[in-house]
């Protein structure tokens, strides 16, 4: 070949070459618009190309189809470099019966699903080192669509994919395994391609994940992928880095099935975000999904260090965001169970957040009654870490004490806790009044609807006379408004027993002091010695 060379071609300041125009004109639309197709222009011209898809290895490949007459080799490694140059020099037109550039590159990316596992990597290397050039999104969607394909097809080959757990530390197969070593197998059908893909960027692994989902790749799977992709990538990644690898690792989480996402795996992602300046958006979207798993949750997931500038010793704002989430996941309804769950852990929590002396009230009392009053049935729990945090914070005002314990129910805490808290000084005096009262409602709530209860005017001990009766009432009254040693744990026959009792010695100890005051009126009447009266008393008394 000998070609003419009047044509200089500086490709993005990379390289220049020197071209024959004629030659390059009949196969480029582009440049036989500059020059036509004639070498009509005598001497040499230059272009200079400063957006060559590509580059000087893109013009290359070109070339070597136009000085070739029309027939180059194309590889998946050159595949994408020829398409995007064949688009940039408008190489549409068959020339001499053969068919151009374009046109061949089309042809030979329609047979990708014949193309071997590694072929496709490097046709993504590609992919991601163009990802900006005209038209390589179109091969980057053949690419992930036809790795994708074989992931399922693998997956599907594997027993029980979709029933592993979530957990960081691997897959656990709830089908039949008859050995360690046969689950380390099918972990290994799963998981293979893992190191592979790591040369991908951010962007074309969310890219990839979307093909996956569509797919309907197992999300167990994706999952596992994108936190390994995630910690292998952090070794070596600055923190602006770090900021977009994180947030794509949100985002396609959020994008996936929630259900198949683990509170551990999430909490382990936000244990990462601590340390960085993520976007809102992306911190919203992880707390919205921790917020639907929270009845998942450990204690030990909630005690997040605080951020830095704040004095209290755990983010109380974020588990308040946490438990925001949980009321208002999906529809707004939360089932019963796990409402029930989240408030026992929450009653754990602000256990261990109560004796942090930097806890603000408002902060101690936004914990307390986040919940619905439906969550508790019983605030035995809440009750003892308000008396905590109020030992801590001798120094609060009676009216902060009083708004602290507005968080509590009195109607339902327990008898031994109205008892403690009537006695308790922390609490003000209108909390211990309330707490009496409270516990009085229940017994005599306890007392009306036992069984086969009789009145206690109509007892086997039962006081003569109206006037005794009105007395006896009062001083029952007293005995179950003051009574400490009543368990109300005990079934409710028991507990009628015991006040019936009770009824029975006060009713014989009025019978005891009327006789006494009788016999006192005789012995004054018959003027009897004073001998004789010291003898009678004991008598009477015994």
Same mark, same amino acid.
């Given at each position: 070949? #000998? ?19 004629? =030659? ?35 013009? #290359? ?21 020829s ?5 940039f ?6 020339v ?22 590694s072929?496709?990597?490097i %046709? ?6 163009l990802?900006?050039?005209a ?16 992931l399922?097809l ?18 656990? &197969?709830?089908?039949?395994? *008859?050995s ?7 972990? %290994? ?19 990839l ?23 292998? *990538? &952090? ?51 992880l ?8 009845d ?10 605080? @951020? ?27 089932? @019963? ?19 942090? @002396?930097?806890l603000?009230?408002s902060?101690?009392?936004?914990i ?6 439906? %969550? ?6 809440l ?27 009195y ?16 609490f003000?005096?209108?909390? %211990? ?12 709530n ?12 109509n ?15 009062? =001083? ?50 018959? *003027?009897?010695?004073?001998?004789s009266?010291?003898?009678?008393l ?5």
């Amino acid at each position: 070949m #000998e070609p003419c060379c009047n044509l200089e071609v500086d490709v993005n300041g990379e390289e220049t070459f020197m071209v024959d125009k004629t =030659i390059i004109a009949q196969y480029s639309g582009k440049f036989a618009k500059l020059f036509g197709k004639s070498s009509g222009a005598r001497g040499k011209l230059k272009v200079i190309f400063n957006d060559f898809p590509g580059g000087a290895k893109g013009f #290359e490949h070109m070339l070597r189809f136009c000085y070739n007459n029309g027939t180059t080799d194309l590889t998946p490694s050159n595949l994408l470099l020829s398409r995007c140059a064949a688009e940039f020099m408008e190489m549409k037109e068959s020339v001499a019966g053969v068919s151009n550039l374009l046109e061949q590159t089309e042809k030979s990316l329609q047979e990708i699903n014949f193309w071997t596992w590694s072929g496709l990597l490097i %046709a993504l290397k590609q992919c991601q080192n163009l990802s900006l050039a005209a038209n390589s999104s179109i091969m980057l969607e053949k690419c992930f669509d036809t790795l994708v394909g074989r992931l399922v097809l693998a997956s599907e080959t594997s027993p029980c994919p979709s029933t592993c757990s979530t957990d960081s530390s691997g897959i656990r &197969f709830s089908c039949d395994s *008859k050995s360690t070593e046969s689950i380390k197998t099918n972990s %290994a059908r799963l998981t293979w391609w893992f190191e592979d893909l790591l040369f991908l960027s951010p962007l074309l692994v969310a890219m990839l994940v979307k093909s996956m989902v569509f797919h309907k790749l197992d999300h167990v799977v994706i999952s596992r992928f994108l936190l390994y992709y995630q910690k292998a *990538k &952090f070794s070596n990644a600055a923190t602006d880095e770090k900021c977009k690898i994180i947030e794509m690792v949100i985002d396609m989480h959020y994008n996936m099935d929630h259900n198949y996402v683990s509170c551990k795996t999430l909490f382990g992602i936000l244990r990462v975000t601590l340390s960085l300046n993520i976007s809102k958006c992306s911190r919203k979207k992880l707390e919205n999904m921790i917020g639907s798993h929270l009845d998942q949750a450990t204690l030990d997931n909630l005690l997040v260090p605080s @951020p830095h500038g704040i004095s209290y010793l755990y983010d109380v704002n974020l588990v308040l965001r946490l438990l925001k989430a949980f009321l208002r996941r999906g529809t707004g309804v939360v089932a @019963p169970v796990q409402m029930r769950k989240v408030a026992t852990l929450v009653d754990v929590y602000i256990a261990e957040i109560a004796p942090d @002396p930097y806890l603000k009230a408002s902060k101690f009392l936004a914990i307390a009654t986040v919940l619905p009053d439906s %969550a508790r049935d019983s605030y035995d729990e809440l009750y003892h870490a308000v008396n905590m945090y109020l030992e801590v914070h001798d120094h609060l005002s009676q009216e902060e004490r009083v708004k602290i314990c507005c968080g509590l129910n009195y109607e339902k805490l327990s008898s031994q806790a109205c008892l403690h808290l009537s006695q308790n000084s922390k609490f003000p005096s209108k909390s %211990a009044v309330q707490a009496l009262i409270s516990k009085q409602s229940k017994l005599n709530n306890l007392l009306r609807t036992t069984p086969s209860t009789t009145p206690f005017n109509n007892s086997p001990c039962g006081s003569s006379g109206t006037a005794q009766r009105g007395k006896k009432d009062k =001083i029952s009254e007293q005995v179950v408004l003051y009574d400490g040693n009543i368990d109300l744990s005990v079934d409710n026959e028991k507990l009628r027993v015991h006040l019936q009792g009770m009824q029975c010695r006060v009713t014989e100890l009025e019978k005891i002091c009327l006789k006494m005051q009788s016999q006192m009126a005789k012995i004054t009447k018959s *003027k009897v010695s004073g001998c004789s009266n010291a003898r009678s008393l004991p008598k009477l008394c015994s």
